[in-house]
């Protein structure tokens, strides 16, 4: 495993985290990354999705305008700053190497994933 996310933990409702993720071994392409997320008994849902190309992020409906995907010049660590989290943002967190230059949600259009993160955000 070439990425590694950390920065989870447990918050409040109202509160704020902010992940990182890693890449140990020049696993980021030269596309873009992703988070993503897992709640217990759910599927893998996508968080948001960042192109290095000009740096645009874009967000799942659920966490625009909370969430912020960023990442570093050096293009070796990503970030999600998370604000206002809701008991409902409660998942184990994960970053994936985009494979595609397009703008995309399908969790098919990722790899590389690293091991997640546990956010847990009590109400």
């Known amino acids: 495993v070439q990425l590694q996310a950390s920065g989870g933990g447990l918050v409040q409702a109202g509160g704020s985290l902010r992940l990182s993720c890693a890449d140990s071994g020049r696993t980021f392409s030269r596309y873009g990354m992703g988070w993503f997320r897992q709640a217990p008994g759910k599927e893998c849902e996508f968080v948001a999705g960042?192109?290095?190309?000009?740096?645009?992020?874009y967000y799942a409906d659920s966490v625009k305008g909370r969430f912020t995907m960023s990442g570093d010049n050096a293009k070796t660590t990503v970030y999600l700053q998370m604000n206002s989290l809701k008991p409902e943002d409660t998942a184990v967190y994960y970053c994936a190497v985009k494979s595609i230059p397009t703008p995309t949600m399908a969790i098919s259009a990722f790899h590389s994933w690293g091991q997640g993160t546990q956010v847990t955000v009590s109400s």
């Open positions: 960042m192109n290095w190309n000009g740096g645009r992020s």
